[in-house]
């Protein structure tokens, strides 16, 4: 599911002219982790119950150039996810910003999900 995320990603960037993204294993660690919270502690929210934001995480993991991220919760696959983040102005922007170069999808699946991150980079 992560890889088709990307891949529809990038045909949509194509359409704007961007480059593609690249799949980055760090920002996906990243992304499966925040989206397995999500699950587990049952919130929806880019800042977790700790206070920490997608940049604290990423820097508490090490990851370096981290530039934006999406979530989205109850998508059944990767086609619908995407329908969703592309109807929404914000998550749009994101996955057309030719200034990222890399990207990292976690998805977790389970009741009241699935609860899916997009973790996007420099």
Request: net charge negative; hydrophobic share 45%; glycine share 14%.
């Amino acid at each position: 599911m992560e890889a088709e995320v990307v891949r529809l990603v990038n045909v949509e960037r194509a359409k704007v002219g961007c480059t593609p993204v690249r799949q980055d294993a760090e920002l996906a660690a990243l992304a499966g982790a925040f989206s397995a919270d999500m699950a587990a502690r049952g919130f929806f929210d880019h800042t977790d119950p700790d206070g920490d934001t997608p940049w604290t995480r990423a820097q508490r993991a090490g990851v370096s150039g981290m530039g934006g991220e999406n979530i989205a919760r109850g998508q059944v696959d990767a086609a619908a996810v995407m329908a969703s983040w592309m109807g929404s102005d914000g998550h749009r922007a994101n996955i057309l910003n030719c200034d990222f170069t890399a990207l990292g999808v976690g998805v977790h699946f389970g009741d009241g999900g699935p609860w899916w991150t997009q973790n996007f980079g420099y």
